[in-house]
């Protein structure tokens, strides 16, 4: 399969492009879709037959100002996709859009979300990722931040100790979304873990994992955790 992708150097992106290489598809790479006017004869000549969507230019940024600029991008996107006779496109949206506040982060989602919906001719498939962590992941997230301040001798400041999340890791993230290159029925696909953890269990068990010795991961929290401080 020929699959162009946006967001193929990111924190998600990597493992995606790792797991597609793997099983030999054709990848183009997306160069910045700030500048698509200048490279989208080449997106069209490579004639797609789908697009994975991950790009998001400057998070943890969600002003009104960026969140509208990505969506620009992404609707140009959409357009040079169907001028590319592309039949389906995997984009990845977020579980804030299940919360009830809004903010410019969640509205740009729901935007492009509508347009994809109802302008794209072919499969559209809106990947909405919940709360991803792993390797790589940005050194202000939770896990990260935990993390470092334990390194450091420091007690992590914790604002929620009792909020509780639907934690899933990244390679698991990257699996789902490859999969979903096999589904030809368009609509939402929630990618997560399916279990609640709270913030102050997170902590435990990255406090228990660096205490303890001879340690064998058997859930998926406390294996991800394992593998973020393998790394570090």
């Known amino acids: 399969m020929k699959i162009f992708i946006t967001g193929g150097t990111g924190f998600i992106g990597k493992p995606v492009v790792e797991l597609l290489k793997r099983d030999n598809h054709i990848l183009m790479l997306s160069r910045n879709l ?5 490279w989208e004869h080449e997106l069209i000549e490579f004639v797609p037959d789908a697009c994975i969507h991950m790009a998001w230019e400057g998070l943890p940024d969600y002003s009104e ?7 620009e991008y992404g609707i140009n996107l ?4 169907r001028k590319a006779n592309c ?5 990845t949206g977020s579980c804030w859009e299940c919360s009830s506040s809004n903010n410019p982060f969640v509205e740009a989602k729901g935007i492009l979300y509508d347009y994809g919906h109802f302008m794209f001719p072919g499969i559209f498939i809106w990947a909405r990722l ?6 790589n992941q940005r050194k202000d997230s939770l896990i990260p931040t935990i993390l470092n301040a334990l390194n450091n001798n420091e007690v992590p400041e914790i604002k929620s ?5 639907d934690f899933i890791y990244v390679d ?7 999969d979903l290159l096999k589904t030809d029925k368009s609509g939402i696909y929630n990618i997560g873990s399916g279990h609640l953890t709270k913030v102050k269990e997170i902590l435990a068990d990255i406090y228990g994992i660096k205490m303890a010795t001879g340690w064998e991961p058997s859930i998926s929290v406390k294996e991800g955790i394992r593998k973020i401080i393998d790394e570090t």
């Open 34 to 38: 700030k500048d698509i006017g200048e």
């Open 87 to 91: 039949n389906k496109i995997i984009t």
């Open 172 to 178: 698991d993230v990257a699996k789902a979304i490859v």
């Open 161 to 165: 100790p009792n909020s509780a999340h």
């Open 65 to 71: 100002y960026q969140s509208r600029k990505n969506l």
């Open 130 to 135: 919940f709360y991803v962590f792993g390797p």
């Open 78 to 81: 959409y357009k040079v996709l």
